[in-house]
């Protein structure tokens, strides 16, 4: 069972940046795609970016492309968010995910870290 803590969420004004970890308690399979999905306050979880772990193949939500950037740092287990240029549609709960499908079907989770974006 692999346990993912995230890290790294806080108040930006918008227009500012955050960085969000999120550490694996054990090493992912080369299978395994590291995932970053988000639920704002009354709305439905939503995929917003997941690199493959054994790549640079990276995965974006339309409104994000541009803006965040996934990455990763394998020797810390340790995959990585950079929101930049946040806009107040950027609040929400961020969880990071582990699954095998790069935008859906996750099977581990963390416990969430919260990004509220102040105009």
């Known amino acids: 069972q692999m346990q993912l803590v995230e890290s790294g969420g806080g108040l930006v004004q918008a227009g500012g940046s955050l960085r969000l970890s999120c550490k694996a308690s054990?090493?992912?399979?080369?299978?395994?795609?590291m995932a970053w999905l988000r639920q704002a306050p009354g709305k439905e979880r939503e995929f917003v970016a997941s690199?493959?772990?054994?790549?640079?193949?990276?995965y974006y939500k339309d409104s994000v492309k541009g803006r965040f950037t996934v990455s990763k740092e394998r020797a810390e287990r340790t995959v990585y968010l950079q929101l930049n240029n946040v806009t107040v549609e950027d609040t929400a709960v961020y969880y990071c995910?582990?699954?095998?499908?790069?935008?859906?079907?996750?099977?581990?989770w963390g416990q969430g870290t919260q990004v509220t974006v102040s105009s």
């Open positions: 690199t493959r772990w054994s790549d640079s193949r990276s």
């Open positions: 995910a582990v699954g095998t499908s790069p935008y859906n079907d996750f099977f581990y």
């Open positions: 054990t090493r992912p399979y080369s299978s395994h795609v």
